[in-house]
């Protein structure tokens, strides 16, 4: 990659920064533990969509249905 | 799902204490980046025009620990979004795009601000001119605020819904002006609230930290002018955030007039209503049937009706009021109002079994019931369609939301902002005659103001949230029918979960934050020639 392409400097710029990180290394450890905490247990696991699967013909019926009729 | 009432109800207790608690957590680390981004930034101009490396330094400082909140609360209020495909699936359905619109430009904007201004901010110094990096920290702190702004307007149209009809189709609301959305005066007020009380409490905590710093006779300089930009920058706001905390009265007053008689306790409405400052609120029963809701009453007289009507003189309805009617006032009582919402979802009802038996005559005379348009509809709309929520209700003393506990954290958050005006004022006070240092039990004061900030921050939203039950949008839905109806016991294991997931995040938090403090700001350097940092040399 040509050394003044404006995508190398950026490329340079992010890598430098990450690179010359400190407490930034610590902070992105937590980060990234807590995405996947989110993203890959509890989205996964315990947060489904209830109404994900449905088409949005579906869904509609289904919470016509919901908002019409007692539990 | 088959599910008894016992059971719905425990789902609905469950997820509202879920949301609550995650919007509590998420509500931790959130003001204090929308403000602290501010008082960076005017940390850093001052740096640009003086050149002196000193608020270079200083700026670097407090940049660190924005840094380290910003880090720690980033995602968190991810969770919420989780909650409502979950735990409130009418809700997110019923809302359509009104809600998801705003959250759509938040997620956005979130994304090009994290991505870029945060990294020129950290990662620049050494890589760009001084006033490229100083543009990255203004539009990283405008831009949080702006995201915050589509956040707060999907609340206040729960709070306040317009600008949308509802399409009896597809069981959604469906926006029809999202300038109406966006600029309704509840949004407005709302917003610059929220923001100005968030740079109140950033002020707060710069103040207190660097009051910490006086305590233990470390970096005083930087103490003291730090102190003194905090103080400038939280008296400022504070005193807005004052002024729009009134302008949220007014709009109270006419939108959600339950909330205001909740943050009064008041029960017998009245013309020349006082305004109560404190008291010790008696047991519910005396509460409804005396004169007095509290003991021990200290009021302004004739200043909740000044404060909420802009007329000393103005009738301001009371709890029962509002619960039992009022014809003399014109308030239908929630007894009425909950058989007219019930006419509404009658209709709803009527509309969902003509479409199973394909019955077109009767789906079209209940979609024009429905169009906003048409003067039946109008009149639909006015007489029942308003009134639609209220079908849900069982009873009408379900309107009323916990008294007490709007009523004392009302105070608590007022009362906190009023201390803040007089904190800063005397430690402006007291720089200038050069006396912060010899009062000792004055810095302690302000250090232990930071919690007190944070306790006043969430007491706020308890007043707008509690003091809004039992409504997800206001009128139009309540909780109890928001809900999806899925397996309590689901909803107690992730509330638990996240009970640790957020209180190891908070405790992350604050030994980070102390750690960081204690190293306090990087030594300065003899000879910014020797460094080769591009934003040391002019441009």
């Known amino acids: 990659m040509v050394q003044g392409n404006v995508f190398y400097k950026i490329y340079c710029f992010y890598r430098d920064g990450f690179r010359s990180m400190t407490l930034g290394r610590t902070l992105w450890a937590v980060i990234l533990l807590k995405l996947f905490i989110m993203f890959a247990v509890l989205r996964l696991f315990f947060f489904p969509d209830v109404l994900g699967d449905l088409t949005p013909e579906e869904r509609s019926d289904y919470v016509l249905e919901q908002l019409t009729s007692k539990p | 799902m088959m599910l008894s009432t016992a059971d719905w109800m425990s789902v609905v207790d469950w997820s509202r ?14 003001p204090l980046t929308l403000g602290l981004g501010f008082i960076v930034a005017i940390m850093e101009t001052i740096y640009y025009t003086t050149k002196d490396e000193f608020w270079k330094r200083t700026t670097k400082f407090w940049m660190k620990l924005f840094g380290v909140n910003f880090a720690i609360g980033v995602a968190t209020g991810i969770i919420l979004e989780f909650e409502f495909g979950t735990n409130w699936s009418n809700y997110s359905h019923f809302v359509g795009d009104i809600f998801g619109a705003p959250l759509a ?17 950290f990662f620049g110094w050494n890589k760009v001119s001084k006033g490229f990096h100083l543009t990255a920290t203004w539009l990283t702190a405008v831009g949080a605020s702006l995201s915050a702004l589509w956040i707060l307007v999907a609340n206040a149209w729960m709070q306040y819904p317009v600008g949308m009809t509802f399409n009896v189709e597809t069981a959604r609301n469906e926006m029809t002006s999202f300038w109406e959305v966006l600029f309704s005066p509840v949004a407005m007020n709302k917003f610059f609230h929220t923001v100005t009380s968030s740079y109140m409490l950033a002020a707060v905590f710069v103040v207190g930290i660097s009051a910490w710093f006086l305590l233990k006779g470390r970096e005083q300089l930087m103490a003291r002018r730090s102190m003194m930009v905090a103080s400038i920058f939280g008296l400022v706001f504070a005193l807005v955030a004052a002024a729009t905390g009134d302008g949220s009265g007014v709009q109270i007053a006419r939108t959600q ?83 007219r919402g019930r006419v509404a979802i009658g209709e709803l009802a009527r509309y969902r079994q003509a479409k199973q038996g394909n019955d077109r005559e009767v789906m079209r005379e209940v979609l024009a019931k429905f169009d906003p348009k048409s003067s039946e509809g109008k009149t639909f709309h006015k007489e029942y369609f308003r009134y639609f929520g209220y079908g849900y209700l069982s009873s009408p003393e379900e309107v009323i939301p916990n008294v007490p506990l709007v009523y004392y954290s009302f105070r608590v958050m007022v009362g906190a902002g009023v201390f803040f005006i007089l904190s800063f004022l ?114």
């Not at chain 2, 007289?301 to 009617?325: F, K, T």
């Open chain 2, 17 to 30: 204490a879920q949301f609550a608690m995650t919007a509590i957590y998420h509500w931790l680390f959130v």
């Open chain 2, 105 to 121: 430009i938040e997620g956005i904007m979130a994304f090009f601000l994290e991505s870029t201004f945060i990294a020129v901010m």
């Open chain 2, 257 to 339: 007039p339950m909330k205001l008689a909740a943050m009064e306790a008041l029960y017998h409405g009245q013309k020349g209503a006082p305004l109560t400052v404190i008291s010790v609120l008696k047991p519910e029963k005396e509460r409804m049937t005396q004169e007095k809701a509290g003991w021990m009453n200290i009021e302004i007289p004739r200043m909740l009706s000044l404060m909420s009507y802009r007329d000393g003189d103005a009738y301001v309805a009371g709890i029962n009021d509002l619960v039992e009617g009022n014809p003399e006032r014109g308030l239908l009582s929630v007894e009425e109002k909950i058989e």
């Open chain 2, 426 to 539: 005397f430690t402006l006070w007291l720089l200038k005659k050069q006396q912060i240092e010899t009062r000792r039990w004055w810095l302690w004061v302000l250090l232990w103001s930071i919690p007190l900030a944070y306790v006043a921050s969430q007491a706020g939203w308890i007043v707008a949230e509690v003091g809004r039950q039992p409504w997800t949008i206001q009128d139009l839905l309540p909780t109890v029918a928001a809900v999806s109806r899925i397996d309590s016991a689901s909803v107690v294991v992730t509330f638990f979960l996240f009970v640790v997931l957020f209180t190891t995040l908070l405790i992350a938090e604050i030994m980070i934050m102390r750690r960081q403090v204690k190293i306090g700001p990087e030594p300065l350097l003899s000879d910014p020639e020797q460094s080769n940092d591009k934003t040391n040399r002019d441009e």
